[in-house]
T-cell receptor
Framework: ETGVTQSPTHLIKTRGQQVTLRCSSQSGHNTVSWYQQALGQGPQFIFQYYREEENGRGNFPPRFSGLQFPNYSSELNVNALELDDSALYLC??????????????FGPGTRLTVL | QKEVEQDPGPLSVPEGAIVSLNCTYSNSAFQYFMWYRQYSRKGPELLMYTYSSGNKEDGRFTAQVDKSSKYISLFIRDSQPSDSATYLCAMSPIYNQGGKLIFGQGTELSVKP
């Protein structure tokens, strides 16, 4: 059984640029959630995708968007990067009925630095 | 005021000590309470989860929930250097509904040999 993987590990971007982060879910999981973890803070929920549809969203602006693919891998896209977007971005996969889900398994994260 | 408050530490204890980690919360709708452990440069991993009030034990770890006080705790007995990590409490009204877990700030724990 493979775990959750994320790429890239680290990324440096300039304010105003766009970025795409990738996540490969654990085998058999149909749901992926994305979180932002600023330095010294707990993760904050961005959104969740279940069977390729957005299934819940936190308090993040529309420039944060996502995709989930038929193989349940996922992308997080952030447009018009701001300095405050610098953080560790975590994805978590789980098996869900669309209403409730089993335990979320987190990937190692992508460290994004915006200069 | 944040929905979930957690003392960020850092907390430093000698090997073998009993560690107490705590969180308070304001939303009375929370029913599921979780503790995650996060090692440096890693994603969080689930240690324990508890539904509603009560205690749950798993090896050296005990989770307690007091809903009347809106207070949860994680106790680590016989702490080991390998327990050195950041501990995050998390909670939700319904288990993982919509994926939205509300996390505390995390407490950084260091166990010295």
């Amino acid at each position: 059984e493979t775990g959750v993987t994320q790429s890239p590990t680290h990324l440096i971007k300039t304010r105003g640029q766009q970025v795409t982060l990738r996540c490969s879910s654990q085998s058999g999981h149909n749901t992926v959630s994305w979180y932002q973890q600023a330095l010294g803070q707990g993760p904050q929920f961005i959104f969740q995708y279940y069977r390729e549809e957005e299934n819940g969203r936190g308090n993040f602006p529309p420039r944060f968007s996502g995709l989930q693919f038929p193989n349940y891998s996922s992308e997080l896209n952030v447009n018009a990067l701001e300095l405050d977007d610098s953080a560790l971005y975590l994805c978590a996969s789980s098996s869900s009925s669309g209403i409730t889900a089993d335990t979320q398994y987190f990937g190692p994260g992508t460290r994004l630095t915006v200069l | 005021q944040k929905e979930v408050e957690q003392d960020p530490g850092p907390l430093s204890v000698p090997e073998g000590a009993i560690v107490s980690l705590n969180c308070t919360y304001s939303n009375s709708a929370f029913q599921y309470f979780m503790w995650y452990r996060q090692y440096s440069r890693k994603g969080p991993e689930l240690l324990m989860y508890t539904y509603s009030s009560g205690n749950k034990e798993d090896g050296r770890f005990t989770a307690q929930v007091d809903k009347s006080s809106k207070y949860i705790s994680l106790f680590i007995r016989d702490s080991q250097p390998s327990d050195s990590a950041t501990y995050l409490c998390a909670m939700s009204p319904i288990y993982n509904q919509g994926g939205k877990l509300i996390f505390g700030q995390g407490t950084e724990l260091s166990v010295k040999p």
